[in-house]
């Protein structure tokens, strides 16, 4: 079965990149002249994802008003004979709708809100503040690869650093162990303070089938009182077929400084031809 669907999740506070998120949404952040978020919907597209919901909250209507048409600026162009301008406002082909999280009680509670959207289809998940640049394939197409190829559900995962492992939830392959990028899923450990079992990070790519919603339903407030969505993960791993895929390509945290930074050089040298 294809996934023709994503859920993207934007309702967070970003506190990581505050005082700008107290107005700015980081899914706004702009990159190469377009807002992350757009970068995160065209990726989606070209993967032949042609449903999203985006999940967001009060104080996100920015990212709904940069979705939508503006008809002010269209007429504006048109009467300024400036209509060759409307080609830098094209958006993604793809059909966009909107569900409030009325409180940010974390990521499982988000995609929770997807529910009634995803219906009994498999879909993605696609976090708008992990950004990815890859030559060769976009990071959800080898995630919608992977569940083609194995049916089973697919978290995304990457390479690294052992210094960093303790931020991330970290996976440990099922013996005896990966052989190609794609590979069953023995565990997840979330955020291991010592021994991570291996140093593939979960980056925020994901492939469910609807079964994840009962577990999330099931699962109790962790940490901070929020509803965790690899806590579902790790309860539905026994009970039904989970593989990862090593995602090629880099990775980019917009909610680190330094990563964002990253990405905007990354651009400016891919536009400078070096
Ligand atoms: P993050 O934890 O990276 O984002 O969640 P955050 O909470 O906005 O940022 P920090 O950590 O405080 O700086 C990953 C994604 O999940 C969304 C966020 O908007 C982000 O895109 N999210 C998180 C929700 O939609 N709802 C939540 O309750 C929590």
Not at 12 to 23: A, E, F, H, N, W
Not at 120 to 144: G, H, I, M, R, T
Request: aromatic share 8%; net charge negative; glycine share 8%.
């Amino acid at each position: 079965m294809e996934i023709r669907k994503a859920i993207i999740p934007a309702a967070g506070y970003g506190t990581r990149s505050l005082p700008i998120t107290k107005v700015l949404p980081k899914e706004m952040f702009p990159v190469a002249g377009k807002p992350a978020i757009h970068h995160i919907v065209e990726e989606a597209s070209l993967a032949g994802i042609n449903e999203i919901l985006i999940v967001v909250s009060r104080n996100k209507n920015m990212i709904l008003d940069y979705f939508d048409r503006s008809l002010e600026l269209e007429a504006f162009l048109a009467m300024n004979n400036k209509e060759y301008l409307l080609e830098q406002t094209v958006l993604p082909d793809v059909h966009i709708q909107y569900v409030r999280q009325p409180f940010a009680r974390g990521l499982g509670d988000a995609v929770l809100l997807g529910e009634r959207f995803a219906g009994s289809a498999p879909f993605a998940v696609l976090l708008p503040d992990d950004l990815f640049v890859s030559s060769e394939k976009p990071a959800v197409s080898q995630v919608l690869d992977a569940f083609t190829l194995t049916g089973s559900n697919i978290v995304g995962v990457q390479k690294a650093p052992h210094e960093e492992l303790h931020q991330y939830g970290v996976a440990a392959p099922a013996s005896p162990g990966p052989k190609g990028s794609v590979f069953a899923l023995g565990d997840l450990v979330e955020k291991p303070k010592k021994n991570p079992p291996s140093n593939l990070a979960v980056c925020g790519r994901y492939a469910f089938t609807p079964e994840i919603f009962s577990y999330l339903k099931n699962g109790k407030p962790g940490a901070g009182g929020e509803i965790q969505l690899t806590d579902a993960m790790k309860s539905m791993l026994g009970e039904h077929p989970y593989s990862a895929v090593v995602i090629e390509g880099e990775r980019f945290d917009l909610g680190k400084e330094d990563d964002y930074y990253r990405a905007i050089a990354w651009h400016l040298n891919r536009r400078n031809g070096s």
